[in-house]
């Protein structure tokens, strides 16, 4: 049994190290090539992330057994369709897992979720503002003080409306969620 728990781990390591990511992480998505549906357009993206850590008496506490490894998965998939540059839907789903050997499940539940899901309006009326309203990842100040970090095995999304104006050298967002 051991050996076989050892197989698979190693060969989720090697696939790890092998993995190919069709889209990025920050918001900017990448995606694949897309189709067309009269005036709309559709895209698709998908990103798998696999990571591996090994833990060596991890608290600096030689009496307590704290070595082992965790390998976390993160796995994003996700669509946008846009109409002409001013209406956009997006949908996005992120299912983050982790695994233990010899060592503590980290608190992370393991879980598919509807992490993104939002409408944008741009340009409304033909005045420079944009609305987007629903679950989506935010960014403020550089990441200092409202950020979705990408770095985790799960990222932050906030169910909010913002009402972005695009001025002569300047922008401003009023936003409001949770």
């Known amino acids: 049994m051991a050996n076989r728990f050892k197989i698979v781990f ?18 900017d998505k990448k995606f694949l090539k897309g189709y067309s549906a009269g005036d709309w357009q559709i895209d698709f993206g998908i990103e798998d992330r696999v990571r591996y850590e090994y833990k ?9 057994k704290d070595d082992g490894s965790l390998i976390f998965n993160r796995l994003i998939i996700n ?5 002409k540059d ?25 879980k598919m979720d509807l992490h993104q899901a939002y409408f944008r309006m741009n340009n409304i ?4 503002f944009d609305i987007k309203l629903g679950r989506q ?27 972005h104006h ?8 009023l936003f409001s969620g949770r």
């Open 137 to 163: 990842q935010m960014k403020y100040g550089k990441g200092r003080l409202v950020w979705a970090s990408s770095w985790a095995n799960k990222i932050a999304c906030f169910d909010a409306g913002v009402l």
């Open 166 to 173: 695009k001025g002569k050298g300047f922008w401003i967002d």
């Open 56 to 64: 060596n008496d991890f608290d600096f506490n030689e009496s307590k």
């Open 86 to 110: 001013k209406y956009e839907i997006f949908m996005e789903g992120l299912d983050a897992r982790v695994g233990n050997y010899q060592i503590k499940k980290t608190t992370q539940t393991d």
């Open 125 to 128: 009326a033909s005045y420079p």
């Open 10 to 27: 190693m060969a989720l390591c090697i696939f790890g190290l092998a993995k190919t990511s069709l889209a990025a992480q920050e918001p």
């Open 79 to 83: 669509s946008r369709a846009t109409l």
